[in-house]
């Protein structure tokens, strides 16, 4: 099968758009941590990307098929993992997220998000009725429980949030009845208090509800969602220039180089530039959605599918999340944040798509 397979196939305008933004990215990285005790961390962004870049073209030649295979196994390594870093993890600023390999920190839970993506695809690339009884539903809702109940332990809101888009799409695109979905929702609100009461920290709960009304508490849970406001709002339509955004220089802005980037670029260039940068996102969708439509089978389009949804997940809540339309969670603007396993994650996902597209033609 491989004989068939060529570069002239790689989808070379969605890896142009993917490095356009890594380059923005690496941009603001340099600006927003300019004179901080961060600066110099846009080499390591640039450290990271090259990897991923080199990572994404090493996935692209390892047939898709093979993975989802094997996805059984990995299922039960990403639990382990997950169950690992829950006793051996390293903990920082309250949370414990990471497994500490001396060279890096080992972040498991991002690429369990792969592992899911592979999963609902070979769920539904096996299931051949027509129709979704709710027993399915279930099985599919327990798939994707299992591991984001053991993130939220850690506790990581965020993450275990980016785990549900999966399995919504999956259960979308595998024929879910809309009585079912709105038993799901109803079972979600019953459950709701529960989790609100039992299952969240209290800073988790101050988060979701400070962008309500942030005003309430602006030098406690409200003062990142102020913040980020006003710099988005001080860019005016062209903004500031590079290195020039008085809330993001002033370090008033926080972690403007990780979760608030939006926010820091926005200040920096403007109106027309944040409006550059969500178009280029939607771009990049527009290019995974064609790529799904002309998959070669089922696995194929759900895998990229599956792949979309998180990555439209990820930008919709963070730049909500600046703007402060949505709760501060701490979720990665993809490719653009700085972060390691963020990164290789988003390539990695790219390098399951382009192994989709470059077998298109292969029988």
């Known amino acids: 099968m491989s004989r068939y397979i060529r570069f002239r196939d790689f989808d070379w305008q969605l890896f142009g758009l993917v490095l356009l933004i890594c380059a923005l990215g690496v941009i603001e990285i340099y600006s927003a941590t300019l004179h901080t005790k961060f600066e110099g961390m846009y080499m390591k962004q640039v ?91 279930v099985k599919v809702g327990l798939i994707v429980a299992i591991p984001m109940l053991m993130v939220l332990k850690q506790p990581d809101l965020g993450t275990s949030l980016t785990y549900v888009p999966i399995a919504v799409m999956a259960l979308f695109l595998g024929g879910l009845k809309w009585r079912h979905a709105v038993v799901v929702l109803l079972l979600a609100g019953v459950l709701m208090p529960a989790a609100w009461h039992y299952g969240l920290k209290p800073y988790q709960k101050e988060r979701l509800t400070s962008f309500i009304s942030p005003q309430a508490d602006a030098r406690g849970s409200g003062y990142q969602v102020i913040q980020s406001m006003v710099a988005v709002g001080s860019g005016g339509v062209w903004g500031k220039g590079i290195a020039k955004g008085t809330q993001t220089q002033g370090q008033f802005l926080p972690v403007p180089h990780t979760d608030f980037i939006f926010a820091a670029w926005s200040e920096e260039h403007g109106f027309v530039g944040a409006c550059f940068v969500l178009l280029l996102y939607f771009l990049v969708l527009m290019r995974l959605i064609a790529n799904a439509q002309t998959a070669p089978d089922r696995a194929g389009a759900f895998l990229i599918m599956g ?18 339309f949505m709760p501060v969670t701490g979720i990665p603007l993809p490719l653009m944040s700085y972060g390691g396993s963020s990164v290789l994650f988003t390539f990695l996902a790219l390098g399951m798509v382009m192994n989709v597209q470059m077998r298109r033609f292969v029988n």
Not at 96 to 104: A, K
Not at 307 to 324: E, S, T
């Open 307 to 324: 792949v979309v949804a998180v990555l439209a997940f990820h930008v919709l809540v963070n730049v909500g999340m600046v703007v402060g």
């Open 47 to 137: 450290y990271w990307i090259l990897a991923g870049v080199v990572l994404m073209f090493l996935f692209s030649f390892i047939s898709y098929q093979v993975l989802i295979e094997n996805v059984p196994w990995m299922y039960g390594v990403a639990i382990v993992s997950l169950l690992a870093v829950l006793i051996f993890g390293k903990k920082y600023l309250g949370a414990r997220r990471w497994i500490d390999l001396h060279v890096f920190h080992f972040q498991p839970s991002e690429w369990v998000k792969l592992v899911l993506i592979l999963a609902m695809a070979k769920y539904f690339a096996d299931y051949q009725e027509r129709e979704l009884p709710f027993r399915e539903v």
